[in-house]
């Protein structure tokens, strides 16, 4: 019965995880907060970690590191465009370093962005993941698991 508390597809997954990046700046942190939640085996959270999971225990800690294929996948220098200034609102102040949201005029799709640089006629957008490029280095710790609900299981995460 000790498989109750091992991690397996469609139990949901209590996560306390804290990301590091290679330079050792922590990017995100679930420490004094509440623990990821997921349903494991769903795709719900990066591939590299899902993977590294299956049959942890409850307070089972691991360290994971993920390259950028498994992660957020590798920086496209193509994402990288340049748009006229007209492209933004008259009255958004575009500073570099700023996160935007461009939205595709054919599709209606949204993309998060970054300004990279700001000329007096263009701006350039990076459409990369902040994390593209990146070891993404976990420390974890399985904080809980117990099996997904039949309603879980079809909305497709967890509760
Ligand atoms: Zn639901």
């Given amino acids: 019965m000790s498989d109750e508390n091992k ?3 469609d139990k949901v997954v209590s996560l306390h995880y804290t990301l590091t990046s290679d ?7 679930s420490q004094g ?3 990821l939640q ?3 085996g769903q795709g ?3 591939p590299g970690l899902e993977k590294e999971l299956y049959d942890m225990e409850v307070g089972e800690e691991k360290q994971v590191t993920v390259p950028p294929a498994e992660g957020y996948g590798e920086r496209q220098p193509d994402q990288v465009q340049t748009l006229p200034q007209d492209a933004f609102p008259n009255d958004m102040e575009i500073e570099e370093g700023m996160a935007v949201q461009m939205r595709d ?9 970054v300004i990279t640089d700001v000329a ?5 957008v990076d459409f990369n993941h902040p994390l593209a490029g990146e070891n993404l280095n976990f420390d974890v710790k399985i904080a809980g698991v117990r099996a997904a609900t039949d309603e879980e299981l079809s909305h497709g995460h967890a509760h």
């Fill in 33 to 35: 907060g509440d623990p």
């Fill in 7 to 9: 991690v397996a597809d």
């Fill in 120 to 124: 007096t006629e263009s701006v350039q």
């Fill in 23 to 29: 330079e050792g700046e922590v990017l995100d942190s």
């Fill in 38 to 40: 997921f349903i494991q």
């Fill in 44 to 46: 719900q959270i990066i």
């Fill in 105 to 113: 005029s054919n599709t209606g799709q949204v993309y998060q962005a």
